[in-house]
């Protein structure tokens, strides 16, 4: 559902955009979805936030586990939509007076302005066996250290700006998952949930697998937009696009 909804405004409205507040208001309380092994839990768990993202999040890479192709590097655009949806799914969940969720929106949009705001999550992760058979390859992190990004509209091209937010290394893949990103940037204050856990332990630096994670500002407004990530032997690239 979340795929087919139109890309933000240009810019941060005095207000949040009401039908997207609602979205995350419906998944927040929609029925969760069961595993087997969640049968046998005395509750059910809640629905997860990973599904306010819908097209605010591009995948722009992925790796193979050995068996199947895994999504492992997103562009996420901290659109007004998304905010919407965000503050919508936090506010049904946590049960806000009718202040918190405006008090909340005016912080985000007085911290981000005019400008875009994009995350980033870059992964170089060993190349496996496919099936068991073959050689295990160790991967350098230049692929998401040594990188430029850039803001394209048709001719337009503009250089981004970034800032990295983490880069960790593990010996495991599932340590560099769940990332609370906005728990590190300036204008992510408001979207911490109050029972969040606000620490998150970084790995001991050891192992193969790398991933790094960016905050990029980008000053155009235009409808239909790519960012990209530039690197030594790559070129990824995120397309957003508006229900026009």
Same mark, same amino acid.
């Given at each position: 559902? !979340?795929?087919?909804?139109? %890309?933000?405004?240009?810019?941060?409205?005095?207000?949040?955009?009401?039908?997207?507040?609602?979205?995350?208001?419906?998944?927040?309380?929609?029925?969760?979805? %069961?595993?087997?092994?969640?049968?046998?839990?005395?509750?059910?768990?809640?629905?997860?936030?990973?599904?306010? +993202?819908?097209?605010?999040?591009?995948?722009?890479?992925?790796?193979?586990?050995?068996?199947?192709?895994?999504?492992?590097?997103?562009?996420?655009?901290?659109?007004?939509? !998304?905010?919407?949806? +965000? %503050?919508?799914?936090?506010?049904?969940?946590?049960?806000?007076?009718?202040?918190?969720?405006?008090?909340?929106?005016?912080?985000?949009?007085?911290?981000?302005?005019?400008?875009?705001?994009?995350?980033?999550?870059?992964?170089?992760?060993?190349?496996?066996?496919?099936?068991?058979?073959?050689?295990?390859?160790?991967?350098?992190?230049?692929?998401?250290?040594?990188?430029?990004?850039?803001?394209?509209?048709?001719?337009?091209?503009?250089?981004?700006?970034?800032?990295? %937010?983490?880069? +960790?290394?593990?010996?495991?893949?599932?340590?560099?998952?769940?990332?609370? +990103?906005?728990?590190?940037?300036?204008?992510?204050?408001?979207?911490?949930?109050?029972?969040?856990?606000?620490?998150?332990?970084?790995?001991?630096? !050891?192992?193969?697998?790398?991933?790094?994670?960016?905050?990029?500002?980008?000053?155009?407004?235009?409808?239909?937009?790519?960012?990209?990530?530039?690197? #030594?032997? #790559?070129?990824?690239?995120? #397309?957003?696009?508006?229900? #026009?």
């Amino acid at each position: 559902m !979340l795929a087919t909804i139109a %890309l933000a405004l240009v810019a941060f409205p005095q207000e949040p955009l009401a039908d997207q507040v609602a979205v995350g208001r419906r998944i927040a309380t929609a029925e969760p979805r %069961l595993s087997l092994q969640d049968l046998f839990r005395p509750q059910p768990p809640r629905r997860s936030m990973d599904e306010i +993202w819908g097209s605010d999040r591009q995948k722009v890479g992925s790796w193979s586990n050995g068996y199947l192709q895994v999504s492992t590097e997103y562009v996420v655009w901290v659109s007004p939509a !998304l905010v919407s949806r +965000w %503050l919508g799914f936090l506010g049904a969940r946590e049960h806000w007076d009718d202040e918190e969720l405006p008090l909340r929106w005016q912080t985000v949009r007085n911290a981000l302005g005019e400008r875009r705001a994009f995350v980033v999550q870059l992964s170089a992760f060993p190349k496996l066996p496919t099936y068991g058979v073959g050689d295990y390859e160790r991967t350098s992190p230049e692929e998401i250290e040594n990188v430029r990004f850039v803001y394209t509209s048709g001719a337009k091209t503009e250089r981004m700006e970034a800032m990295r %937010l983490a880069q +960790w290394q593990s010996r495991e893949r599932g340590d560099l998952e769940d990332f609370p +990103w906005w728990q590190h940037v300036a204008f992510g204050t408001p979207l911490i949930g109050e029972f969040e856990t606000v620490q998150f332990g970084e790995p001991l630096p !050891l192992g193969d697998y790398h991933r790094a994670w960016y905050l990029v500002w980008a000053e155009g407004q235009d409808a239909d937009f790519e960012v990209r990530i530039l690197s #030594k032997r #790559k070129e990824r690239v995120a #397309k957003f696009r508006s229900s #026009k």
